[in-house]
Structure formats: C-alpha cells, structure tokens
C-alpha cells in the first residue's frame, strides 16, 4: 500500500511539472475557469451598507484635477474602488498593477477609482506628485476633509472595494492586493 501511495504522489507531481512547464496556457491548471459572482436580481431591495451584499454608499467629491466626481456615475461599470495615500508603502506597490489593469481592461467597462485620503497627508502637494510619479490615468478623488474615509470605515491603509456593475460590494480586502488576486476578483464582477 505504501509503494502504491509514494508512486501515486510522484506521478501526480511529473504531472503537474509537465502541466506547468511543457503545456503551459494549454495545461489542466491554465484552464481552470473562474467563477463569476451572481448576478443581483434585486438590487432596488438591498440595503446602502459596507458588508458583502450591500450597495455601496455613493461618493461625491472632486478629483485631483478639480472636477466633480461620483461614484453613482459608474453604475453599469465593474469598479476596483481603492482607499490610499502617498506616505503608504503598500500603497504604492499596489498602484502599478492597478495602473495596468485599467489600462487592459477599461475597454471591457472595468475602472479603477482611487480615493486619496488627502486628510492624512504629510506634505502638500504629495498625491499629484505621486500620480505624476506612478502615471496614473484612472479617476483619483481627493477625500480632502475624511468625510468619505469616515463613512467607508478605513482604518486600514490601503483598502479595496470590488464593486459589480449594479453598485453592488462583492469584496472587501484590507492592506496591498497583488495583480494576481486583482485580476481574478475582477474577472469575478458581473
């Protein structure tokens, strides 16, 4: 019985090797679809909240180029909604996958939005010049008096919202996201 458990264990791992190196994007592992979220059918019954579940409590404030935003604007779009500032580390190892992630899938009514909480800034100036640093083309509100901040409870720094295209929170993670998790949570939006 033990030979027949070590030869089964080694030829399940020469497969998974050759899965990952010889098949590669063809392989077993590659194929493995993601499951969407399901799609809300009653939405006007949920309740405005922060949880799972709930629909996300609309945001009004300007962005960094002076514009008037709103979150209820995105309705109908997939949205990554993200809490940051400039002084976070975290933060910023974060911004270049969301930046690319945008960028490859905008076109398919994914966005990106990333609230700076421009309360908790240390220097003047710091969230453009971390825009400009970063080149980053996705919507940036400014939480200028914490007002928004308050009312999405951030007490962790970053924090992000997954939202489908109802308005609807379908994760919420505290601290940095890698563009592996990024990517599968937003191909999970419906």
């Known amino acids: 019985m033990r030979k027949f458990l070590i030869i089964a264990a080694t030829l399940l791992i020469?497969?998974?090797?050759?899965?990952?190196?010889?098949?590669?994007?063809?392989?077993?592992?590659?194929?493995?679809?993601?499951?969407?979220?399901?799609?809300?059918?009653?939405?006007?019954?949920?309740?405005?909240?922060?949880?799972?579940?709930?629909?996300?409590?609309?945001?009004?404030?300007?962005?960094?180029?002076?514009?008037?935003?709103?979150?209820?604007?995105?309705?109908?779009?997939?949205?990554?909604?993200?809490?940051?500032?400039s002084w976070c580390g975290p933060c910023e190892a974060e911004m270049p996958h969301m930046e690319k992630l945008h960028n490859k899938y905008k076109d398919e009514g994914f966005e990106v939005i990333a609230v700076n909480m421009t309360r908790s800034e240390r220097v003047k100036n710091a969230p453009e010049k971390f825009v400009d640093k970063h080149h980053l083309t996705f919507p940036i509100p400014m939480d200028r008096e914490g007002k928004v901040s308050d009312e999405y409870e951030i007490v962790a720094y970053p924090t992000s919202y997954f939202i489908d295209s109802n308005g609807v929170i379908r994760n919420k993670v505290l601290g940095a996201l890698n563009e592996e998790y990024m990517e599968k949570e937003i191909q999970k939006l419906p």
């Open 14 to 85: 020469v497969l998974i090797v050759v899965d990952r190196t010889v098949l590669k994007d063809k392989g077993i592992i590659k194929q493995v679809k993601i499951e969407q979220y399901e799609k809300v059918e009653n939405v006007e019954e949920l309740s405005v909240g922060l949880n799972e579940g709930d629909l996300a409590p609309e945001i009004e404030l300007e962005d960094i180029e002076g514009n008037s935003f709103k979150l209820s604007d995105y309705k109908g779009k997939t949205v990554l909604l993200n809490f940051w500032a």
